[in-house]
C-alpha cells in the first residue's frame, strides 16, 4: 500500500475543494509513491510526534491542523515548524493534514463532537455550495437546564473548565455546535433557533447581546477537536483495514487552565 492510497481514501472523505480559502490542508511533506509502512493520527504536528511516529514505526502522520499555513523563508533550527520539516525529511516521514475540508465534511470533526453529546437529527448548522457545511445543528433526547447542560458537556467531553454566558432562563433542547474557532456561526445559530452555541473559541465582544437570547458555552480549541484523530482513524479503517493505524499519545495542547 503507497502513502498516496491512504491521502486518497481521506479525501474520498474530506475532499480538498472543501478546504476553506485560507487553508493550507493536503500533503505537507513527503512522497505519496512511497509504500506506508503506519500512519500516527494527531492534532498537531510537534517534534515529540514526529519522534512518537518513528518509534511506532510509522513514515505517515496524518494530522488535523496543517503543519505549513505560510511559506518557509527558510529551513534551519529557528521555529518548531522549520525542525519538525527537517525532521520528517531526515527520518523519511510524510506529513498529510486534513484541515477545514474535515470541519466541513459530512460527518467531520462537529459530528464527530454532536456524537460525544448524544444528539440526533443532525444536520450542517450552514450550507455550503461546495456540498459541505460549517458546524451542526440538532437536538437533545431529553431536554435540560443550562446548568445541567453545561455540567452535562463537561462530563461527557472530560473537561475541568468551560466559558460561558448568563445562565439561560429556559430548557435546552436544539444545540448548535462547531469544533474549533466557530464564532462566525454565532448568527447562524441564532437565527436556526439554537437554544445553546457549543464552540472551541470565542471572540470577548461576541458574547455581548446573547443574554437569554441562547446559552454560550465555550470549551477550548483542543477540547472541541480532541476526538478528530479517532475520527481520521474510523474513516482509514474502514477503507484500509489492514493499514497499521495508531492514536498519538502526545497531547499538544499548548493552553493550560491552572
Known amino acids: 500500500m503507497k502513502i498516496k492510497d491512504v491521502i486518497a481514501t481521506l479525501e474520498v472523505f474530506a475532499p480538498l475543494p472543501l478546504q476553506d480559502g485560507y487553508d493550507n490542508a493536503g500533503l505537507q511533506v513527503g512522497e505519496p509513491e512511497a509504500e506506508v509502512s503506519g500512519v500516527l493520527l494527531c492534532l498537531d504536528v510537534t517534534e515529540a510526534v514526529l519522534a512518537e511516529a518513528v518509534s511506532k514505526g510509522c513514515n505517515m ?21 522549520e525542525r519538525c520539516v527537517r525532521y520528517a525529511i531526515k527520518n523519511d516521514i510524510t506529513v498529510y493534514a486534513a484541515h477545514t475540508n474535515l470541519d466541513n465534511a459530512r460527518g467531520g470533526v462537529s459530528f464527530a463532537l454532536a456524537d460525544c453529546l448524544g444528539m440526533h437529527e443532525v444536520e450542517f448548522l450552514r ?8 458546524g451542526c445543528i440538532g437536538m437533545l433526547h431529553e431536554p435540560m437546564d443550562a446548568g445541567s447542560f453545561i455540567i452535562f458537556v463537561k462530563d461527557s467531553l472530560q473537561l475541568q473548565h468551560v466559558m460561558c454566558n448568563t445562565l439561560l432562563e429556559r430548557p435546552i433542547r436544539k444545540v448548535a455546535l462547531c469544533g474549533g474557532a466557530g464564532d462566525f456561526l454565532l448568527d447562524d445559530a441564532l437565527a436556526r433557533g439554537a437554544d445553546t452555541f457549543v464552540t472551541g473559541e470565542m471572540h470577548y465582544h461576541r458574547y455581548f447581546g446573547t443574554e437569554q437570547r441562547l446559552q454560550i458555552v465555550v470549551i477550548g480549541h483542543w477540547e472541541s477537536e480532541q476526538f478528530t484523530p479517532a475520527l ?9 483495514a489492514e493499514l497499521p493505524l495508531y492514536l498519538s499519545m502526545v497531547k499538544t495542547n499548548p493552553i493550560h487552565c491552572i
Open 61 to 81: 502522520v496524518v494530522a488535523h491542523h496543517p503543519l505549513l499555513f505560510h511559506p518557509l523563508r527558510q529551513v534551519g533550527d529557528v521555529g518548531y515548524v
Open 127 to 134: 450550507d455550503n455550495n461546495n456540498g459541505g457545511g460549517s
Open 232 to 240: 481520521m482513524q474510523g474513516v482509514l479503517r474502514e477503507r484500509l
